[in-house]
Nanobody
């Protein structure tokens, strides 16, 4: 089991940027596909972005062109660069390990809140 700790959340004005980080407690971080999810208040969880072990990425249509997922295997860290933020991006953001292709996820972090004010 991999422990995941997200950080970088906070309040930001619409149009601004924010970078989230997810630190994984594993020495084989490079062997994991990783994803960012978000859950707005009162709504279901949505997969935002995914990156596999070959660094192939995929994005939800709602964030395509604004968000960038990346990883630093030497630091066991996953990132989500969020630009041109909108009020509808307000949510709890989670990172997870699993499979982008199967959309199956096993380990989850505790989440970090992002609030975008318009």
């Amino acid at each position: 089991q991999v422990q995941l700790v997200e950080s970088g959340g906070g309040s930001v004005e619409a149009g601004g940027s924010r970078t989230l980080s997810c630190l994984a407690s594993t020495n084989i971080f490079s062997a994991y596909s990783m994803a960012w999810f978000r859950q707005p208040p009162g709504k279901g969880r949505e997969r935002v972005a995914c990156i596999n072990t070959y660094n192939t990425t995929s994005y939800a249509q709602s964030v395509e062109g604004r968000f960038t997922i990346s990883r630093d295997n030497a630091k066991n860290t996953l990132y989500l660069q969020m630009n041109r933020l909108k009020a509808e991006d307000t949510a709890m953001y989670y990172c997870a390990t699993g499979s982008c292709k199967r959309n199956s996820w096993s380990d989850w972090g505790q989440g970090t809140q992002v609030t975008v004010s318009s």
